[in-house]
């Protein structure tokens, strides 16, 4: 897909192009069919262009990522708890770093 090549090969582009309204947060949520997975892929992207950049995002980075939507696109929708956004990346197969008290519920 052309979307995920600019996000996932240019990260520091996408993001500015989301920041800068070229192509809004609405088109990221619309985009993604859910806030766990918009939220998931804005924090993956935000990850990798870090100074230690990583390929996978912490559930506390998609927690953030998903308030950020929200602020962004003025409360539009519900904000998911964190559990909410926990189970929808696993039921999606992505890769999330949690708390290790995560892993032994």
Do not use: K
């Amino acid at each position: 897909m052309a979307r995920n090549t600019e996000e996932l090969e240019r990260p520091t582009e996408w993001l500015r192009s989301l920041q800068e309204g070229r192509r809004p947060y609405r088109w990221l949520l619309d985009d993604a069919g859910g806030v766990a997975l918009a939220a998931y892929r804005l924090a993956r992207a935000r990850c990798r262009v870090q100074p230690l950049p990583s390929p996978i995002p912490t559930l506390a980075e998609v927690c953030a990522a998903a308030r950020l939507l929200w602020r962004e696109l003025g409360g539009a929708f519900e904000l998911p708890c964190e559990m909410l956004l926990y189970a929808e990346c696993e039921a999606s197969g992505l890769p999330l770093i949690v708390p290790e008290s995560r892993h032994a519920a």
